[in-house]
């Protein structure tokens, strides 16, 4: 027998916390994993999952208005925001459900507490004020928006949290920020019939992506009808006599609006977490510091997921998760991979990216070439919906390795995946040139793009 009451005890049962839990107890370790709000974490209860079904219940406007030009006369149709809420509600506690069983079934001990640490082998749980100790912690806590509490009238908004359950849809609202989540919410409330506005400190929405998607995002996004607010913040939020919201900008005046939500970054959940008692360093943002691992500064404590701010996307969490067992339980010491991470961004058109932007490839080699197509999807054809479909991939000149793929428009983010495999398996240009088409498809663009639209050489487009 060991000293300590548990092998690993685990913080937080989100993406990454469940499966270390879930993998060590079913190796047989003496597990115990302690989550605060509900299994499943922010990606099942409030993130990834109830978004994603928010964006299908935004898309059948438009589904709608498509099918009259393939010769359907669609009835009068109309929206229920409360049988929407209901419905996904129903289905996360379905999967929140199947969390818990998971962890049961490979014998985890499941605790309904917050727990915080006051050793580097001590945690109390909160709900008991009991302390237990473990040989191995992980903490897993994730992180929550941020609430800007120097914005006055910031008491007066919401978060990503509060747009899951409100009570009802609003007419109006005002999003700040220009990260996936606000891009996202703008899209989901602009197709429920929401009167939106997005409002965004830079100069363009989705730092970091492509320019010619973020270009090409908020081009369709406006053309919808979203109005974008680019460089340009909230000052001050306030009640009106109506009851309404008045959000007072620097650059735009007064916008009336139902709501304002903020979207303006995600920190990790430290706070009154114990750190310090366990001597665990963490960085200026509050994030927990750790090596290439996932090990903090005290040897037996790791951190994995969105509370290290390395990436923050669910099967990140999970994949350093994986790799924690490996290192830990399975004698092979294995590093979190975070190179060439496909994703996806929920908006309408999607984005579907991977590997390097133009602007980041240009940086890093001497040589680039761009192939670069820009179409109307077939199934805009006979539904005359104005929309284009943009798809990119940026090969490295020198040994023609493709470094980047971008795409928007329909189904963006399923495509992603498949690219994903391509460019980790180290995929080159002439590979996509002597594969077949799938005709057809949108998807086909990529392997008929035969020469490139222009190069980019030392920084400079010739
Ligand atoms: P979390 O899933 O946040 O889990 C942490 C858990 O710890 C929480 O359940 C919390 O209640 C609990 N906890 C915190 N402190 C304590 C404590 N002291 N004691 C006990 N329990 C505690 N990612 C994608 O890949 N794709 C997407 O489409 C996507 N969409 C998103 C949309 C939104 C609106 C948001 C907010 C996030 C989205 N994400 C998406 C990000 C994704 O949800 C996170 O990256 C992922 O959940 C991180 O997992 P985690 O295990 O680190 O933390």
């Known amino acids: ?144 928006a941020n609430p800007h509490a120097s914005l006055p009238g910031y008491e007066l908004c919401i978060t990503s949290n509060d747009a899951f359950h409100l009570e009802e849809l609003p007419r109006s609202i005002v999003i700040a920020g220009g990260g996936y989540i606000a891009v996202e919410f703008a ?41 974008i607010l680019c460089e340009d913040i909230i000052t001050k939020v306030s009640r009106t006599a109506a009851g309404g919201l008045l959000a007072e900008t620097k650059n735009n005046g007064h916008l009336s609006t139902d709501q304002v939500m903020l979207a303006l970054g995600r920190d990790p959940n430290t706070a009154g977490l114990g750190l310090e008692a366990a001597g665990v360093a963490v960085n200026d943002r509050g994030a927990v510091i750790v090596d290439e691992y996932s090990r903090t500064n005290v040897p037996n404590i790791y951190a994995l997921g969105d509370v290290t701010d390395r990436v923050q996307l669910t099967p990140v969490a999970i994949h350093e998760a994986m790799c924690f067992i490996e290192t830990e339980y399975k004698n092979n010491p294995t590093a979190p991979d975070h190179d060439l991470i496909a994703t996806a961004v929920f908006s309408q058109p999607e984005i579907g990216t991977v590997g390097l932007s133009e602007e980041d490839a240009a940086k890093r080699f001497e040589e680039i070439e761009v192939y670069r197509a820009q179409f109307r999807p077939m199934k805009a054809t006979l539904s005359g919906r104005q929309e284009k479909m943009i798809m990119k991939l940026i090969v490295n000149a020198a040994d023609r390795k493709v470094v980047g793929a971008h795409i928007l428009g329909h189904d963006a983010g399923e495509m992603a995946q498949l690219l994903g495999v391509s460019l980790k398996a180290g995929v080159t240009k002439d590979d996509f040139d002597r594969t077949m088409a799938v005709h057809p498809t949108a998807a086909e663009e990529l392997v008929t793009m035969y020469s490139p639209t222009y190069r980019v050489r030392n920084g400079e487009r010739v």
């Open 1 to 144: 027998m060991t000293q300590f009451d548990y092998d690993l005890f685990v913080i937080g049962g989100g993406s990454g916390g469940v499966r270390s839990a879930r993998l060590a107890a079913a190796m047989g370790k003496r597990v115990a994993i302690a989550e605060e709000y509900r299994f499943g974490g922010t990606c099942v209860i409030r993130g990834c999952v109830p978004k994603k079904l928010f964006v299908y219940a935004s898309q059948f406007h438009e589904h709608f208005e498509d099918a009259r030009g393939y010769g359907w006369t669609v009835g009068d149709t109309s929206f229920s925001w409360k049988a929407l809420i209901e419905a996904k509600d129903r289905e996360i506690a379905r999967l929140e459900g199947l969390y818990r069983k998971g962890l049961e079934n490979a014998g985890a001990e499941i605790l309904e507490t917050r727990a915080e640490l006051v050793g580097p082998h001590n945690i109390r749980l909160v709900k008991s004020g009991k302390v237990v100790t473990a040989e191995r912690i992980v903490i897993a806590v994730g992180g929550s």
């Open 187 to 227: 899209n989901i409330f602009h197709g429920l019939g929401v009167d939106t506005t997005l409002i965004y400190r830079g100069k363009e929405i989705l730092s970091r992506f492509d320019q010619d998607m973020r270009h090409g995002l908020h081009e369709a996004m406006e053309a919808k009808g979203i109005r």
